[in-house]
């Protein structure tokens, strides 16, 4: 039987380092404060006008690609996840296809934010065990600095993100005790406003009876508009108790749905790479689960919630210190807006 496994992978993060101290300047909040609540004690910005999503899914993939044993010109689709793009369209994809001077190869961009990651390994691995395809990218990559509110209005969003990217090749495997076992993929969009960016966006009010934050009249009956510049309404807006309480469900859920569905128990796993929303709710996941802290990788205090780059980024780093060796079984799960919510299991 084929399965796809992970024949390489790479991560990258800009240099530019911003402390939860940096952010005091901007913002009234504290180091204490933001430690709290989340675990974070830095993340890393890109540079302005010099880095992209792009360019550094680019820096990404070049490791992964290295380290698979084949060059640019052996990858024959693209899968990219982001939800900041370098541009509204075309997606980022395309771009990264054009930068490496690949063949013109599919490049599909996958829009599911924190669990962009996994949606697209899962979509990447029916690709490889259906034979279409045998050197997949895979590809996730944000850079959330350009576009928060540094402002106290904004907190208790901009103290969450960090830039960076991560990316792996996936080839396909005849070895039993190795690659990926099963992907699970879910999705409940009952309270999709409670984590969104509303605008810019067609939406023209439609949503309007289900965001308690669009300001009477001023709203978007545009694409773009001045009072949306006016009012502040082009940044991310998040109700954090709430998705909270649901990913804390959500999370286990996901996890125990793919141990269960390859027979095994959380006193199987290796390691779980959960997506690095915030590290409360990861160490809520380990208890609930039972997990010793040698089982559960977080990096979450170094970048912060990278979104789709989180867990290839967490993967990635975790290979590199020696925490993943062959015949590993490894779980990767997350949780974001939408709601989506997915998992994965995998033989290192």
């Given at each position: 039987?084929?399965?796809?496994?992970?024949?390489?992978?790479?991560?990258?993060?800009?240099?530019?380092?911003?402390?939860?101290?940096?952010?005091?300047?901007?913002?009234?909040?504290t180091?204490?404060?933001?430690?709290?609540r989340?675990?974070i004690?830095?993340?890393?910005?890109?540079?302005?006008?010099?880095?992209?999503?792009?360019?550094?899914?680019?820096?990404?993939?070049?490791?992964?690609?290295?380290?698979?044993?084949i060059?640019?010109?052996?990858?024959?689709?693209?899968?990219?996840?982001?939800?900041?793009?370098?541009?509204?369209?075309?997606?980022c994809?395309?771009?990264?296809?054009?930068?490496?001077?690949?063949?013109?190869?599919?490049?599909?961009?996958?829009?599911?934010?924190?669990?962009?990651?996994?949606?697209?390994?899962?979509?990447?691995?029916?690709?490889?065990?259906?034979?279409?395809?045998?050197?997949?990218?895979?590809?996730?990559?944000?850079?959330?600095?350009f576009?928060?509110?540094?402002?106290?209005?904004?907190?208790?969003?901009?103290?969450?993100?960090?830039?960076?990217?991560?990316?792996?090749?996936?080839?396909?495997?005849e070895?039993?005790?190795?690659?990926?076992?099963?992907?699970h993929?879910?999705?409940?969009?009952?309270?999709?406003?409670?984590?969104?960016?509303?605008?810019?966006?067609?939406?023209?009010?439609?949503?309007?009876?289900?965001?308690?934050?669009f300001?009477?009249?001023?709203?978007?009956?545009?694409?773009?508009?001045y009072?949306m510049?006016?009012?502040?309404?082009?940044?991310?807006?998040?109700?954090?108790?709430?998705?909270?309480?649901?990913?804390?469900?959500?999370?286990?859920?996901?996890i125990?749905?793919?141990?269960?569905?390859?027979?095994?128990?959380?006193?199987?796993?290796?390691?779980?790479?959960?997506?690095?929303?915030n590290?409360?709710?990861?160490?809520?996941v380990?208890?609930?689960?039972?997990?010793?802290?040698?089982?559960?990788?977080?990096?979450?205090?170094k970048?912060?919630?990278?979104?789709?780059?989180?867990?290839?980024?967490?993967?990635?780093e975790?290979?590199e210190m020696?925490n993943?060796?062959?015949?590993?079984?490894?779980?990767?799960?997350?949780?974001?807006?939408?709601?989506?919510?997915?998992?994965?299991?995998?033989?290192?």
């Open positions: 039987m084929i399965r796809s496994k992970i024949a390489g992978i790479g991560m990258y993060v800009p240099e530019h380092i911003v402390t939860n101290n940096d952010l005091t300047k901007y913002m009234d909040t180091d204490e404060w933001i430690q709290e989340t675990g004690q830095e993340r890393r910005f890109a540079h302005r006008t010099k880095e992209t999503t792009t360019t550094m899914g680019v820096e990404a993939s070049k490791i992964a690609i290295e380290r698979a044993g060059t640019n010109t052996d990858i024959d689709f693209i899968v990219f996840a982001t939800l900041s793009p370098d541009y509204y369209f075309p997606g994809g395309v771009l990264l296809q054009r930068a490496m001077q690949m063949k013109e190869v599919g490049a599909l961009d996958v829009r599911n934010q924190c669990s962009g990651f996994v949606y697209a390994l899962s979509v990447a691995d029916q690709f490889i065990k259906s034979g279409m395809y045998k050197n997949i990218l895979v590809v996730g990559a944000e850079k959330h600095s576009g928060l509110d540094f402002t106290t209005r904004g907190r208790n969003v901009s103290v969450i993100f960090g830039d960076g990217a991560g990316a792996v090749v996936l080839q396909p495997t070895d039993e005790n190795r690659g990926i076992l099963s992907t993929l879910h999705s409940n969009g009952a309270d999709a406003e409670i984590l969104a960016m509303y605008n810019p966006g067609t939406h023209a009010n439609y949503w309007k009876e289900n965001l308690a934050s300001n009477d009249g001023e709203m978007a009956d545009m694409f773009m508009s009072a510049i006016d009012n502040a309404e082009l940044f991310p807006n998040m109700d954090g108790p709430q998705v909270f309480k649901t990913a804390v469900v959500k999370f286990p859920e996901v125990m749905e793919a141990l269960t569905k390859n027979n095994y128990s959380p006193a199987d796993l290796n390691l779980l790479i959960p997506h690095q929303a590290l409360r709710i990861a160490q809520f380990q208890q609930r689960l039972k997990l010793r802290d040698d089982q559960v990788y977080n990096n979450i205090q970048y912060g919630n990278t979104t789709a780059a989180s867990v290839p980024i967490a993967l990635c975790a290979y020696g993943v060796k062959e015949g590993d079984l490894i779980c990767m799960a997350a949780f974001g807006s939408g709601f989506t919510w997915a998992s994965a299991l995998l033989k290192w």
